[in-house]
């Protein structure tokens, strides 16, 4: 059994946005630090593989056939703006299915008991892609399309999805909004890019309650997120029993990344993924984790190196602060769905 697998491929840093858009925050270089950072920091018994790339029956899964097929066609004819954030190249779509083809090789790898735990480093980042529509830098919605061939392909009747990005997850949400098989939450910044994620937002029809969005503000610091986790999030998903736990992990919430403003620290992004990654070998469930945010280069290569040990369950410690000063509101509105 190895420690972990690792997914990418060097498609995923053709899609360069910044030949469109000068400055672009979510560029090539991303991917290239974080190479380089697990590079320099060898990592035992991960084994890395290239991730295939996602055909028009994955991506469908979640999207709608017009969405896959205008997002193919734009890039075709050279490129273009699939919204004002979101600028693609006729590299995009390739990179943006072998993105999606990480997700859905790593499901596979986890169901099928060959790792405890994959990551993929990948890049056009998913979890604002809604069905219908890219936005946010997001092409396809990564991490809900392993869900979801999870769910139809591969027999998981229960998949729990964290998503610890600064920016809430709006297109997991939409995808599973109404959906008790799929547990999602989400710690973010609000008000903040996209505009959703409010506390009250519980999801709608039989999947009422199985959107769990905890919005904090700016300036909230890590202690203020490791409560929220431990003390609601968790405790929901140890009722829900997942068969599977699947991260979005965005860095974009550490304190010197200039894309937002909360006060995260490498220790505390540790710290998230120790606790998840106790609560995933609590409940006898494997944990993937994909890629999203995080626009200072090398600090989001530092903490994605930092937190797939923790994934791993190696010894290393965290943030050991908390801070609960957000959980009584988060409380009141979850524990109308779950006994926290």
Same mark, same amino acid.
């Given at each position: ?9 060097? %498609?995923? #840093? &053709?899609?360069?946005?910044? #030949? ?5 925050? &979510? ?9 380089? !950072? ?18 028009? !029956? ?14 193919? !066609?734009?890039? @075709? ?6 919204? @004002? ?25 986890? *169901? ?26 997001? =092409?396809?919605? +990564? ?10 392909? #591969? ?6 999805? *964290? ?10 949400? &939409? ?7 799929? *547990? ?9 890019? $996209? ?30 997120? =490791? ?7 968790? $405790? @929901? ?54 890629? !999203?945010?995080?626009? +200072? ?8 190196? %930092? ?34």
């Amino acid at each position: 059994m190895t420690a972990g697998v690792l997914f990418s491929h060097p %498609a995923c #840093l &053709e899609h360069d946005p910044t #030949l469109l858009a000068p400055g672009h925050p &979510e560029a090539p270089g991303r991917l290239r630090a974080l190479e380089s !950072e697990l590079g320099r920091r060898e990592c035992p018994g991960w084994d890395f593989r290239l991730a295939p790339p996602a055909g028009a !029956e994955q991506l469908e899964l979640v999207h709608s056939a017009a969405h896959v097929r205008g997002v193919a !066609e734009l890039c @075709a004819r050279g490129g273009g703006a699939l919204d @004002a954030d979101t600028p693609v190249i006729a590299e995009s779509f390739r990179a943006a299915q072998h993105a999606a083809g990480a997700a859905c090789a790593m499901v596979r790898t986890l *169901l099928a008991g060959e790792a405890p735990v994959c990551f993929c480093a990948i890049r056009p980042p998913g979890h604002h892609a809604e069905p219908e529509r890219a936005m946010g830098f997001c =092409l396809f919605n +990564n991490v809900a399309i392993a869900a979801e061939l999870a769910i139809r392909e #591969l027999g998981a009747r229960r998949v729990f999805i *964290l998503d610890w990005d600064v920016h809430h997850g709006n297109g997991t949400a &939409e995808a599973f909004r109404a959906r008790a098989d799929v *547990l999602f939450a989400s710690i973010h910044q609000w008000p903040f890019y $996209p505009g959703t994620g409010a506390l009250e937002d519980a999801g709608s029809g039989d999947g009422e309650g199985f959107t769990i969005n905890l919005p904090v503000p700016a300036g909230s610091t890590g202690p203020q997120w =490791l409560a929220l986790l431990e003390r609601v999030v968790l $405790p @929901a998903a140890v009722a829900f029993a997942p068969e599977l736990v699947l991260v979005s992990a965005g860095f974009d919430a550490h304190a010197e990344d200039a894309m937002a403003n909360c006060r995260l620290a490498i220790d505390d992004f540790v710290e998230l993924a120790r606790l998840t990654s106790e609560f995933a070998r609590g409940v006898g469930a494997p944990l993937g984790a994909v890629l !999203e945010g995080g626009y +200072n280069q090398p600090v989001m290569a530092r903490c994605v190196s %930092a937190t797939l040990a923790a994934f791993a369950g190696e010894d290393g410690g965290g943030s050991a602060s908390r801070d609960a000063s957000l959980v009584p509101a988060a409380v009141a509105q979850v524990g109308r769905h779950w006994t926290l």
